[in-house]
């Protein structure tokens, strides 16, 4: 089954324990981003990757880190959560250009303590 | 502010009647999509029309553009309990970086 498996499903940590939210799209798609999802403030882009070792920033980088190594993972890394960061994670993949649909992994609830 | 923004923020109606949502964004787009948020969830692509189009059908969605007016708006036909969900459309502009801007969404409510 085509999709964006994204994990944990929840997480709870404490200020400055660094975490990692990983995924990963078994469709072969070039394009991946991560979202995070606040009250009244809609969904807003943290990073994204054109392919294979190619990132960039989207409107809200800062505390926020992101690798592709290979095309079908895209993990998002907090190296000092704080709990302004607490927030809803979405993972998303298209087949090759940022403006195609997008595929949605579930998403990641953080809450940093 | 956003790019593109739903109306209204909340829709409450009953089962089997049509529900309409609104989009309108500022400048000039690609293309519009809709997306549907079931709680919590992921997002999930319903339709995308493109500049050049004025309207879209798939099942009992059906999404119209109006690029003069600088807005969509997607109509649910009879409605059901399952189309419970906030509804986002989401635009791509013609310059710049080509992303989607997501809107703050329709919360739509289906009252059996």
């Known amino acids: ?113 | 502010s956003q790019q593109g923004e739903e109306d209204p923020q909340a829709l409450s109606i009953q089962e089997g009647e049509n529900a309409t949502m609104n989009c309108s964004y500022k400048t000039s787009i690609n293309n519009l999509q809709w997306y549907r948020q079931n709680s919590g969830r992921g997002l999930v692509h319903l339709i995308l029309i493109r500049s050049n189009e004025r309207e879209k059908h798939s099942g009992r969605l059906r999404v119209t553009l109006d690029t003069s007016k600088k807005s969509s708006s997607l109509l649910i036909t009879a409605s059901r309990a399952a189309d419970t969900a906030s509804y986002f459309c989401a635009t791509v502009l013609i310059q710049g970086a080509q992303k989607l801007v997501f809107g703050q969404g329709t919360r739509l409510t289906i009252n059996p």
Not at chain 1, 7 to 26: A, D, E, F, M, W
Not at chain 1, 42 to 70: A, C, F, H, W
Request: net charge positive; charged share 20%.
């Open chain 1, 1 to 113: 089954e085509a999709q964006v498996t994204q994990n944990p499903r929840y997480l709870i940590t404490v200020t400055g324990k660094k975490l990692t939210v990983t995924c990963s799209q078994n469709m072969n798609h070039e394009y991946m981003s991560w979202y995070r999802q606040d009250p009244g403030l809609g969904l807003r882009q943290i990073y994204y990757s054109m392919n294979v070792e190619v990132t960039d920033k989207g409107d809200v980088p800062e505390g926020y880190k992101v690798s592709r190594k290979e095309k079908r993972n895209f993990p998002l890394i907090l190296e000092s959560p704080s709990p302004n960061q607490t927030s809803l994670y979405f993972c998303a993949s298209s087949l090759s250009r940022m403006n195609e649909k997008l595929f949605f992994g579930s998403g990641t609830q953080l809450s940093v303590l």
